[in-house]
């Protein structure tokens, strides 16, 4: 990750009527980075990304893309920006190739040489000749990844770019994703619903809730700042360990199956637990503790609400 910012973000405000529907948000996005932009449903992430892109006037604050404002600097600070916003479109009678080309022709991007390396980067240099009206959702994806990368942007902006993807789709745009931030050094803002697609996709990610950035942390940082994981214990007799544990946990609901108990406690009280089975005599044959997930603490963050 790059020192200096790509983005930064300087209390962002829109207000709507009396309501502030994104109301004053801060936060820094770096070179080298997936940043994942999370919120129920209404947070405001898509007015964000709108103001974000100049195609909605800020009534409060500004962005600062590569060093020039998007409120006084427009021009500038677009030609630093590539983005998809909902589905890329494109001409259907029109090859892959073609479409680049006049994309390229209309911004002044001459080189055949840079349309060549971004279909390299996307995947698409063997089906680039078809007709884009046969290209399946996840072709066009690419196809709109690439054209957004033509112009070399140091921050690439998607809503949603895993929208009606396949899994091995998704696990493509993924890794497309990884390679920008990493090898090119590219900053990268990702709207999703897929909490757990951005699990493994992001460096950071924020949470945004009633128009207000809640939290940005490290997505490894967050999702193991949850207090309580899933313990999972292979043991024999189990009607014994039962018994134990119920001294541990007399208010919590333990899962059976077979000889193995699911429950939940917090990590610190493993090694006790572990211990005193043995001494009474328990044979443990597994032992094993899950760690939570973004999904887990995104609810917990934001009171159960759901992401959209």
């Known amino acids: 990750m790059n020192e200096n910012p790509i983005v930064k973000i300087e209390g962002l405000t829109k207000t709507l009527g009396r309501k502030n529907v994104v109301d004053d948000i801060t936060v820094d996005i770096y070179g080298g980075e997936v940043f994942g932009f999370l919120g129920p ?9 709108r103001m974000m892109l100049g195609l909605m006037k800020a009534s409060k604050g500004d962005v600062q893309i590569n060093g020039f404002s998007v409120k006084k600097q427009f021009v500038q600070a677009m030609e630093h920006v590539g983005g998809i916003v909902e589905n890329p479109e494109m001409y259907g009678y029109m090859s892959g190739y073609q479409n680049l080309v006049h994309y390229a022709r209309m911004n002044g991007i001459t080189t055949k040489g840079r349309i060549d390396q971004v279909l390299d980067v996307v995947g698409m240099r063997e089906s680039s000749g078809q007709k884009v009206r046969r290209y399946s959702l996840g072709m066009r994806q690419r196809l709109g990844l690439a054209q957004a990368l033509l112009h070399k942007p140091k921050l690439l902006i998607l809503d949603e770019p895993t929208n009606g993807l396949d899994p091995a789709g998704i696990r493509e745009m993924r890794r497309h994703l990884r390679y920008l931030a990493e090898e090119e050094g590219m900053a990268v803002f990702v709207s999703s619903h897929l909490l757990s697609e951005m699990e493994l996709m992001c460096d950071r990610i924020g949470i ?9 942390q490290n997505v490894h940082d967050f999702v193991g700042g949850i207090e309580e994981k899933t313990l999972h214990l292979t043991v024999d007799p189990i009607r014994e360990a039962q018994k134990i544990l119920k001294v541990h946990f007399p208010k919590q609901t333990m899962i059976t199956k077979g000889k193995t108990i699911q429950l939940q406690t917090a990590p610190d009280k493993v090694p006790e637990l572990i211990t005193e089975l043995a001494g009474a005599g328990i044979n443990i044959y597994e032992a094993s503790l899950n760690g939570g997930t973004l999904e887990d603490k995104f609810l917990k963050v934001t009171g159960g609400e759901g992401v959209v």
């Open 41 to 49: 449903n209404g947070a405001g992430k898509t007015t964000t990304i």
């Open 208 to 216: 945004i809730q009633t128009g207000k950035l809640i939290d940005v």
